[in-house]
Nanobody, 120 residues
Framework: VQLQASGGGLVQAGGSLRLSCEAS???????MGWFRQAPGKEREFVAA??????RKYADSVKGRFTISRDNAKNTYLQMNSLKPEDTALYYC?????????????????WGQGTLVTVSS
């Protein structure tokens, strides 16, 4: 499956952005995840959502970010109360199973990334 992420941009601290991820086929059988990578840092888990509706978040974004999906082809990441430390390239990804949904190596398909920059 091919994934296309969009919606990144420049926003002031405290602002909001909504990222979108469009797949080339239906995603109803996939676990969908969002990861991010800041300059000079390793890629880290942000959020994941299973086909049954289960959601998990990194502690750093819990209460501020919300992952959702329409089980057709689209996955979203609503990001509120953004902080400068949220600045990163954000990737969407698809996995075949829920276990280890927080590990990048569990995901088989990746989008190209969309850049989020939060100014202070």
């Amino acid at each position: 499956v091919q994934l296309q992420a969009s919606g990144g941009g420049l926003v002031q601290a405290g602002g909001s952005l909504r990222l979108s991820c469009e797949a080339s086929e239906r995603i109803s059988s996939y676990v969908m995840g969002w990861f991010r990578q800041a300059p000079g840092k390793e890629r880290e888990f942000v959020a994941a959502m299973g086909w049954s509706g289960s959601r998990k978040y990194a502690d750093s974004v819990k209460g501020r970010f919300t992952i959702s999906r329409d089980n057709a082809k689209n996955t979203y990441l609503q990001m509120n109360s953004l902080k400068p430390e949220d600045t990163a390239l954000y990737y969407c990804a698809a996995a075949g199973q829920w276990s280890r949904h927080y590990e990048a190596q569990s995901y088989d398909f990746w989008g190209q990334g969309t850049l989020v920059t939060v100014s202070s």
